[in-house]
Protein backbone atom coordinates (compact mmCIF):
# COMPACT_ATOMS: atom_id res chain seq x y z
CA UNK A 1 0.00 0.00 0.00
CA UNK A 2 0.96 3.38 -0.54
CA UNK A 3 -0.18 6.44 1.09
CA UNK A 4 -0.30 9.70 -1.23
CA UNK A 5 -0.54 13.10 0.31
CA UNK A 6 -0.94 16.40 -1.46
CA UNK A 7 0.33 19.78 -0.50
CA UNK A 8 0.20 23.29 -1.78
CA UNK A 9 -2.92 24.47 -2.91
CA UNK A 10 -4.53 27.72 -2.51
CA UNK A 11 -6.07 30.70 -4.06
CA UNK A 12 -4.24 32.85 -5.75
CA UNK A 13 -4.56 34.95 -8.72
CA UNK A 14 -4.40 34.82 -12.86
CA UNK A 15 -1.21 35.02 -13.84
CA UNK A 16 0.36 33.81 -10.44
CA UNK A 17 2.89 30.34 -9.93
CA UNK A 18 1.76 27.82 -7.18
CA UNK A 19 3.71 24.20 -6.31
CA UNK A 20 1.83 21.43 -4.88
CA UNK A 21 3.87 18.53 -3.24
CA UNK A 22 2.50 15.10 -2.66
CA UNK A 23 4.52 12.92 -0.29
CA UNK A 24 4.15 9.10 -0.38
CA UNK A 25 4.49 6.53 2.41
CA UNK A 26 4.60 3.20 2.77
CA UNK A 27 6.91 2.33 0.10
CA UNK A 28 9.72 3.56 -1.61
CA UNK A 29 7.95 6.61 -4.13
CA UNK A 30 10.77 4.94 -6.81
CA UNK A 31 8.99 1.66 -7.46
CA UNK A 32 6.16 3.93 -9.42
CA UNK A 33 5.26 6.25 -12.14
CA UNK A 34 3.32 9.23 -10.38
CA UNK A 35 0.92 11.51 -11.83
CA UNK A 36 -1.35 14.57 -10.98
CA UNK A 37 -4.90 14.67 -12.30
CA UNK A 38 -7.41 17.45 -11.83
CA UNK A 39 -11.26 17.27 -11.54
CA UNK A 40 -12.82 20.91 -11.58
CA UNK A 41 -16.42 20.72 -10.25
CA UNK A 42 -19.04 19.01 -12.51
CA UNK A 43 -15.99 17.69 -15.28
CA UNK A 44 -14.44 14.77 -15.14
CA UNK A 45 -10.73 13.85 -14.00
CA UNK A 46 -8.22 15.30 -16.33
CA UNK A 47 -4.56 14.25 -17.22
CA UNK A 48 -2.04 16.95 -16.04
CA UNK A 49 1.06 15.56 -15.83
CA UNK A 50 3.16 12.19 -15.18
CA UNK A 51 6.68 11.20 -14.77
CA UNK A 52 8.74 7.81 -14.77
CA UNK A 53 9.95 6.19 -11.76
CA UNK A 54 13.92 7.81 -12.79
CA UNK A 55 12.32 11.21 -14.42
CA UNK A 56 13.27 10.04 -17.65
CA UNK A 57 9.86 10.42 -19.19
CA UNK A 58 7.56 13.33 -18.75
CA UNK A 59 4.07 13.94 -20.30
CA UNK A 60 1.70 16.60 -19.77
CA UNK A 61 -1.82 17.54 -21.23
CA UNK A 62 -2.26 19.47 -23.73
CA UNK A 63 -3.62 22.38 -21.62
CA UNK A 64 -0.69 22.66 -19.16
CA UNK A 65 2.12 22.41 -21.74
CA UNK A 66 4.43 24.81 -21.43
CA UNK A 67 3.15 26.60 -18.05
CA UNK A 68 3.49 23.16 -15.94
CA UNK A 69 6.48 20.98 -14.51
CA UNK A 70 6.52 17.85 -12.78
CA UNK A 71 9.45 16.94 -10.87
CA UNK A 72 10.48 14.01 -8.37
CA UNK A 73 12.78 13.73 -5.28
CA UNK A 74 12.46 9.99 -4.64
CA UNK A 75 14.94 10.52 -1.76
CA UNK A 76 12.40 12.47 -0.18
CA UNK A 77 9.81 10.31 -1.33
CA UNK A 78 7.84 13.77 -2.92
CA UNK A 79 6.95 14.11 -6.43
CA UNK A 80 6.14 18.24 -7.34
CA UNK A 81 3.92 20.24 -9.76
CA UNK A 82 5.09 23.49 -10.20
CA UNK A 83 2.28 25.44 -11.89
CA UNK A 84 2.97 28.71 -13.53
CA UNK A 85 0.76 31.56 -15.35
CA UNK A 86 -2.43 30.02 -13.88
CA UNK A 87 -5.32 30.49 -15.31
CA UNK A 88 -8.60 30.72 -14.11
CA UNK A 89 -9.58 27.76 -16.01
CA UNK A 90 -7.08 25.61 -14.06
CA UNK A 91 -9.40 25.83 -10.79
CA UNK A 92 -9.73 22.54 -9.69
CA UNK A 93 -8.65 19.70 -7.04
CA UNK A 94 -5.56 18.48 -7.43
CA UNK A 95 -4.66 14.96 -7.46
CA UNK A 96 -1.26 12.66 -7.05
CA UNK A 97 -1.96 9.44 -8.08
CA UNK A 98 0.46 6.08 -8.34
CA UNK A 99 0.98 3.37 -10.89
CA UNK A 100 3.56 0.44 -11.17
CA UNK A 101 2.81 -0.38 -14.45
CA UNK A 102 6.06 -0.12 -16.99
CA UNK A 103 3.88 2.49 -19.30
CA UNK A 104 0.65 3.75 -18.22
CA UNK A 105 1.00 7.92 -18.25
CA UNK A 106 -2.48 9.52 -18.93
CA UNK A 107 -5.48 6.97 -18.14
CA UNK A 108 -6.28 7.54 -14.63
CA UNK A 109 -7.51 3.96 -14.43
CA UNK A 110 -4.29 2.36 -14.57
CA UNK A 111 -3.35 4.55 -11.59
CA UNK A 112 -3.52 2.43 -8.15
CA UNK A 113 -3.30 4.98 -5.55
CA UNK A 114 -4.68 8.26 -5.16
CA UNK A 115 -4.11 11.22 -2.78
CA UNK A 116 -7.07 13.16 -1.21
CA UNK A 117 -6.47 15.95 -3.06
CA UNK A 118 -5.74 19.67 -2.07
CA UNK A 119 -7.86 22.71 -3.68
CA UNK A 120 -6.47 25.15 -6.03
CA UNK A 121 -8.69 28.11 -6.98
CA UNK A 122 -7.22 30.88 -9.73
CA UNK A 123 -9.31 34.05 -9.47
CA UNK A 124 -9.88 36.28 -13.04
Known amino acids: QVQLVESGGGLVQAGDSLRLSCVASGRPLSNYVMGWFRQARGKEREFVASISQRSMNKYYGNSVKGRFTISRDNAKNTVYLQMNSLKFEDTADYYC?????????????????WGQGTQVTVSS
Open 97 to 113: AANARIAAWKDPSEYDY
